[in-house]
């Protein structure tokens, strides 16, 4: 992914979502109707943090995040998630 036509405000992240399964660890096909909404992503944008907060991820980072975590936006076509950094649960290593 490009350049970003967006820089998020103070403690402010834009996570793109991981592809839904698509398949259970059993085989089976999931029905898009019935797919779970991703929990993990990758930050693709980060805000300059506050001035007793600095912000702990980078843009690269993959995430996790709470089920209805983040407003839903659209920049350049994509589907993005913005969210205040302490949405995040964790990085993933």
């Known amino acids: 992914m490009g350049k970003l036509k967006i820089q998020p405000l103070a403690d402010r992240v834009v996570v793109q979502a991981a592809d839904a399964e698509e398949k259970t660890a059993g085989g089976l096909y999931i029905p898009d109707t ?4 991703p929990q993990k992503g990758k ?7 506050k001035k007793d907060e600095p912000i702990t991820v980078k843009v690269g980072d993959e995430v996790l995040y709470g089920k209805y975590s983040g407003t839903e936006i659209n920049i350049d ?7 205040r950094e302490s949405d995040l649960y964790a990085i993933l290593n």
């Not at 930050?43 to 943090?49: F, I, K, L, Q």
Request: no cysteine.
């Open 34 to 37: 019935a797919k779970e909404k």
């Open 43 to 49: 930050v693709v944008a980060v805000g300059t943090g």
């Open 77 to 83: 076509g994509k589907d993005l998630l913005m969210m």
